[in-house]
């Protein structure tokens, strides 16, 4: 048997190398090197791009998140405007002393509004103007924000007033803010005067006309929705947790009374988120008017209120009057008190 041969012509084999050329040696040797760079490279490329990809989805997300969240406010609210009929409760207010604070106040109440509209007033860069204990906002800077989630620095110049004292304390403080599960933590960041200020606040969907329902018992938002066909609404259940410590806690009988008005300006905070949402209330489906700077509206029977807006806004600064006058005399006759001891 003959082995197959190539014939391979002289001229073919003297125009051929015997040895490869050292620069197609080399592209032998670097080759390889070469296509892992090339890999290495796409695959960077490619997490970046699935990176912006990944970041603009999320911003997609968010930005259509806040949609649906407006949109369904504005739903919840033409309920509202729809039947307006509420009637608002006085805080429930719980005063505990763990060892070494001046006290921890838990506060609950059920506000006529639905969460995220509440949660809009807690969260307002500009609520000074609804709560009167806050002077002014020294600054405000968002460290965190993720849609839903902000983790805000924040330092408020507080009024205060302790017996024949009066002035303002600086507050700065941490606040991480969830609209997700209308969440809002916060506590102090630097020690002065006080030496721990810290809380929460949560608010809680109400289903207001659940009997509409009848006789199925709605188990979430979008069956409550469904089964009063849009008409249903939500109003809140908010609750505020904080702990107050001095850096100097004072003994009886002064911190009995400092407890007190401590005790009281939570209340009248709490009465300014009231006040406010029944501003709302009645305004929805119109435009808002701002409340007055340090007004305070509190609530009123409304059939002694008159139509005319003029007449309303006169009444709510008559009351507005009445409960200051009321919290000024308290504080006289704690000092008065103290005096006598």
């Known amino acids: 048997m003959t082995k197959p041969s190539i014939d391979v012509s002289k001229a073919d084999s003297m125009e051929r190398p015997t040895k490869p050329s050292s620069a197609f040696q080399s592209f032998l040797v670097n080759f390889p090197k070469q296509v892992q760079k090339h890999l290495k ?55 505990s002393v763990p060892k070494g604070s001046l006290c921890n106040l838990n506060v609950k109440v059920n506000i006529g509004l639905p969460p995220d509209a509440v949660f809009d007033i807690v969260i307002d860069p500009d609520n000074r103007r609804v709560f009167k204990n806050i002077k002014e906002v020294i600054s405000r800077k968002v460290l ?45 960041i630097k020690t002065g005067f006080m030496k721990r200020f810290e809380g929460h606040w949560k608010v809680e969907p109400i289903l207001v006309d659940e009997q509409l329902c009848h006789p199925i018992k709605p188990k979430t938002l979008e069956e409550y929705d469904t089964c009063t066909k849009g008409k249903g609404r939500i109003a809140s259940k908010v609750s505020l947790d904080q702990l107050i410590q001095p850096a100097i806690v004072p003994p009886p009988p002064i911190s009995w009374y400092l407890r007190g008005i401590t005790t009281k300006t939570t209340e009248m905070i709490i009465n300014d988120l009231v006040a406010e949402a029944a501003r709302i209330r009645r305004f929805s489906g119109t435009e808002v008017p701002e409340a007055p700077m340090g007004s305070s509206v509190e609530s009123f029977d409304e059939g002694k209120a008159s139509n005319d807006i003029k007449e309303r806004w006169a009444l709510r600064r008559r009351n507005a009057k009445h409960s200051h006058r009321r919290f000024s005399a308290e504080v006289d006759q704690l000092a008065t008190a103290v005096q006598r001891s």
Do not use: C, Y
């Open 41 to 95: 490279l796409d695959s960077k490329t490619v997490k970046k791009d699935d990176g912006r990809k990944s970041s603009a989805i999320s911003d997609s997300n968010d930005k259509d998140s806040a949609i649906a969240l407006r949109f369904n406010l504005e739903k919840q609210l033409q309920a509202w405007m729809d039947n307006p009929f509420w009637v608002d409760s006085s805080p429930e207010i719980k005063v």
């Open 144 to 188: 965190v924000d993720e849609g839903l989630r902000q983790v805000v620095e924040l330092e408020q110049a507080a009024l205060w007033r302790f017996l024949w004292w009066s002035g303002t304390i600086s507050v700065h403080v941490l606040v991480d803010q969830n609209r997700e599960d209308h969440s809002m933590k916060f506590k102090q």
